[in-house]
């Protein structure tokens, strides 16, 4: 515990010395959904083409070492919600558990500063629909155990569905090329994935084409309304793309004529993404709201793997993400399973051109949100995972406060500024020095025992206050 408590002590008491945001920014969270460390035009790709995505990091701070805090969705998107470590909360992995509603939500967090909040695109944290079958969990007999729709956790309006849909005309089930398209499903039926705007309200108009279009079509006027009421809004944007199934339109797979038809198809599902940013971005600007608004963009995890090739760091079929040369993908506590893109733009505070080096993860949004707005996150009495990283991107700290540590199935992982300890069950623990060796290839577990032992003794504490966590005593 002595790696958690001590900077979050500090944090806290600094906070209270200060007022609130005077000028509370609009808030804006979007998640991409397995897109890899390297599916950036920003970071290198060969191919890709993301221009609002890069004006967006050229505006204002690239992460170089941001993580995901789990290797699948759910958990990361938990750790967004919450500032805490899935684990805490019994999400383990996709379609496992929900947010509980002892959790305090960003959007729960931020009401109390009069924002307006909107949750748009994947929610992933639970079912959506106590009446019919629905996705993965749906229907009458699985589903009240794990109902958790967001307008039950702080969430003004809504557009969600509970898991993934395909990435062009989401509702209708594409053909099997597209994987990952379950076998007891007809081409050209429905999906069996549904949008909710809110308790039984299943939303049916405009739902053809891009999908990412789809979710923008609904973020853009939330925030057109949260203007004219001269409020403050949060709106969390996470996008299916470039999940599996993965197909797109011609506009989009014209973009690369030369490349394989899987190319075409994933690259161009990440460019639909990106025009979408750009629109956001755009409807901004024309709104005279974007000088302060905070705009953070990540993805949930690493880059899936084709099912015929699962496990293996190669693009394949429609899965064609990469990782940039880090060890392992989607479902890996390894590099390129957990380090994920990350932006974030906030032109009245952020310089432009700033890049953080430090490690920095998906539940630090929390705790820096909740600094921002002048709101002493102790007050909910349970422990938090995340740091507030505003002084990371004004560069004024070099050094992370505390280690992040993860833990998935038979994984565990620590990060330590340069250090990383990986462990999975039955074989021995590593240790990588990452500044020099960020594909993790050269274990140093034996070159360096005390540095090994104090990592591993501090995963350890961090342990046990996750099966405290665990036993509901944060509540």
């Known amino acids: 515990m002595k790696f958690f408590w001590s900077s979050l002590l500090i944090s806290t008491l600094v906070l209270a010395c200060q007022s609130p945001q005077s000028n509370p920014p609009n808030i804006i969270l979007i998640m991409a959904d397995d897109q890899g460390w390297g599916d950036m035009g920003y970071n290198g790709h060969p191919h890709l083409k993301t221009p609002h995505l890069d004006a967006m990091a050229q505006n204002g701070a690239i992460f170089s070492r941001f993580y995901a805090a789990g290797s699948v969705c759910s958990p990361t998107r938990a750790s967004v919600m919450t500032g805490r470590h899935p684990a805490r909360m019994g999400i383990c992995s996709a379609n496992c558990g929900h947010i509980k509603f002892q959790e305090i939500t960003l959007a729960e967090m931020v009401k109390e500063k009069g924002y307006r909040t909107g949750h748009f695109g994947k929610w992933h944290l639970g079912t959506l629909t106590r009446d019919i079958l629905d996705a993965n969990r749906g229907g009458r007999k699985k589903n009240d155990i794990h109902y958790a729709p967001p307008w039950d956790h702080g969430f003004d309006v809504s557009f969600v569905t509970e898991s993934k849909v395909p990435t062009w005309d989401p509702m209708i089930t594409p053909p099997q090329s597209a994987e990952d398209v379950s076998a007891s499903l007809t081409e050209g039926g429905s999906f069996g994935t549904y949008y909710w705007s809110g308790p039984g309200q299943r939303v049916t108009e405009n739902q053809k084409g891009d999908d990412s279009r789809i979710i923008m079509d609904r973020v853009l006027p939330f925030i057109e309304d949260a203007v004219d009421q001269k409020q403050p809004f949060l709106s969390i944007v996470w996008f299916h793309a470039p999940h599996l199934p993965v197909l797109t339109g011609e506009k989009y797979r014209s973009l690369y004529p030369e490349l394989s038809e899987g190319q075409q198809h994933y690259y161009g599902v990440i460019s639909a993404l990106d025009e979408q940013v750009g629109r956001l971005r755009k409807h901004l600007r024309s709104l005279g709201v974007a000088e302060n608004t905070l705009i953070f963009y990540t993805s949930d995890n690493g880059p899936e793997t084709s099912y015929t090739v699962r496990d293996q760091n190669i693009p394949y079929g429609r899965a064609q993400g990469i990782t940039k040369g ?4 989607k479902r890996s506590l390894y590099e390129g399973g957990i380090r994920v893109p990350g932006i974030v733009e ?9 890049q953080v080096n430090v490690p920095c993860f998906t539940s630090d949004y929390f705790p820096t949100i909740a600094h921002l707005l002048g709101i002493d996150i102790e007050k909910y009495q349970r422990p938090y995972d995340g740091e507030n990283l505003a002084p990371y991107w004004r560069l004024e700290k070099k050094h992370r406060s505390s280690p992040i540590a993860f833990q998935f ?14 462990g999975i069950s039955d074989s021995p623990t590593q240790l990588f020095d990452l500044s020099i060796d960020p594909q993790e290839r050269n274990d140093i577990a034996t070159e360096e025992p005390a540095l090994f032992n104090r990592l591993l003794s501090e995963y350890t504490d961090w342990i046990v206050t996750i099966q405290t966590s665990q036993s509901g005593k944060d509540y």
């Open 326 to 329: 880090l060890r392992g993908r």
């Open 346 to 354: 906030w032109p009245a505070k952020i310089k432009a051109g700033t």
């Open 409 to 422: 199935g038979k994984q565990f992982a620590l990060i330590e500024n340069q250090f990383k300890l990986y």
